[in-house]
């Protein structure tokens, strides 16, 4: 079993930025793929970046791509989410996610390719 502890949501202005993290402990070492996820109020979580563990071959949403950065660190088990040039449209609440698959059946983002999850942090930003 894999826990996952999500942090550094906040509050931001349009134009901003943000790190969040993301630790894992338990069961790690068999952590095939990493990502990151969000939610808005009335929406379905979507993905927006992956990242496998092994050869940090990443994947992102069309909506963050040259905005986010995912980044991983074996050493000490967390992921990271680097969210520049921050827009209101990217308020949600954040979730990392974790599976020890290497291998997803569909896309990437789907919510069901992924077997562990965090509590989730949220990130607001204003205009």
């Known amino acids: 079993q894999v826990q996952l502890v999500e942090s550094g949501g906040g509050s931001v202005q349009a134009g901003g930025s943000l790190r969040l993290s993301c630790a894992a402990s338990?069961?790690?070492?068999?952590?095939?793929?990493m990502a990151w996820f969000r939610q808005a109020p009335g929406k379905e979580r979507e993905g927006v970046a992956l990242?496998?563990?092994?050869?940090?071959?990443?994947f992102y949403a069309d909506s963050v791509k040259g905005r986010f950065t995912i980044s991983h660190d074996n050493f000490v088990n967390t992921v990271y989410l680097q969210m520049n040039s921050l827009k209101p449209e990217d308020t949600a609440m954040y979730y990392c996610?974790?599976?020890?698959?290497?291998?997803?059946?569909?896309?990437?983002?789907?919510?069901?390719?992924?077997?562990?999850w965090g509590q989730g942090t949220q990130v607001t930003v204003s205009s």
């Open positions: 990242i496998f563990t092994s050869n940090k071959r990443t």
């Open positions: 338990g069961v790690t070492d068999s952590i095939e793929r």
């Open positions: 996610a974790a599976d020890y698959r290497y291998y997803y059946t569909g896309r990437w983002s789907e919510v069901a390719n992924f077997q562990f």
